[in-house]
């Protein structure tokens, strides 16, 4: 089974700040790690993925996160915040099911505000 | 490409309704997965479907249900509304070994 924790269900920085989301993960097997984003009133729109390979991953909108497979981390950040990064962010875990597919298993979301 | 694609926005349902929402996923897609979003539960799995076939399937109870056509477009049906079924239901498509999913806007529905 799989599990995702973000800490910190808020998250506030000031514009031109380093924006730091944690995540931690729990998985049975190797992992698929994902971030997306969600403006008010929209879908999910992903952000970055890890899969395989390189553990420093580059995401759109200046983002990147580092997979961490000792301390079971993907944390999300950004050296420089603006305000359009106002967003609820959510990690999530996938693997692939015996039977095929994959099901994501979402974090509980952390709203970022970004101040001037 | 186009995008993933949900019908209707929006949705006011009385309890005791059924309700229909349609997903149309991106283009050579064949994995459509549902998910439910409240304040209360996050983000929850429904169902995936692939082929026709329901893959896999959450924790949600037999007024849940779904199907996808020959084109991969989708459709997930809920009967007998209840007040907490009120959520914003999104669709995802995804190819089949990345893994990665892909979102539509979602449709948002209210019970009354």
């Known amino acids: 089974a799989q599990s995702v924790t973000q800490l910190g269900s808020h998250v506030s920085v000031s514009e031109g700040a380093l924006v730091l989301l944690r995540c931690n993960y729990s998985?049975?097997?190797?992992?698929?790690l994902f971030w997306y984003v969600q403006y008010p009133n929209q879908g999910l729109q992903l952000l970055l993925k890890?899969?395989?390979?390189?553990?420093l991953v580059k995401g759109i909108n200046g983002f990147e996160a580092e997979f961490k497979k000792s301390e079971t981390s993907f944390h999300l950040t950004k050296p420089s915040a603006h305000m359009s990064d106002a967003a609820e962010y959510f990690c999530?875990?996938?693997?692939?099911?015996?039977?095929?597919?994959?099901?994501?298993?979402f974090g509980t979301g952390t709203q970022l505000k970004v101040e001037l | 490409k186009a995008g993933v694609t949900q019908t209707p926005r929006y949705l006011i349902k009385t309890r005791g309704q059924q309700v229909t929402l349609s997903c149309s996923p991106i283009?050579?897609?064949?994995?459509v997965s549902w998910y439910q979003q409240t304040p209360g539960q996050g983000l929850q799995f429904l169902f995936e479907?692939?082929?026709?076939?329901?893959?896999n399937k959450g924790n949600f109870p037999g007024r849940f249900s779904g199907r996808q056509f020959s084109n991969s477009r989708s459709e997930m049906n809920v009967s007998t509304l209840e007040l907490g079924d009120s959520a914003l239901y999104l669709c995802?498509?995804?190819?089949?070994?990345?893994?990665?999913?892909?979102f539509g806007p979602g449709t948002r529905l209210t019970v009354t």
């Open positions: 995802a498509s995804s190819l089949e070994r990345t893994g990665e999913q892909y």
């Open positions: 998985s049975s097997v190797p992992p698929y």
């Open positions: 890890y899969t395989t390979g390189a553990t």
């Open positions: 999530a875990v996938s693997a692939l099911l015996t039977g095929g597919g994959n099901k994501l298993t």
């Open positions: 283009s050579g897609h064949r994995s």
């Open positions: 479907y692939f082929s026709e076939t329901q893959r």
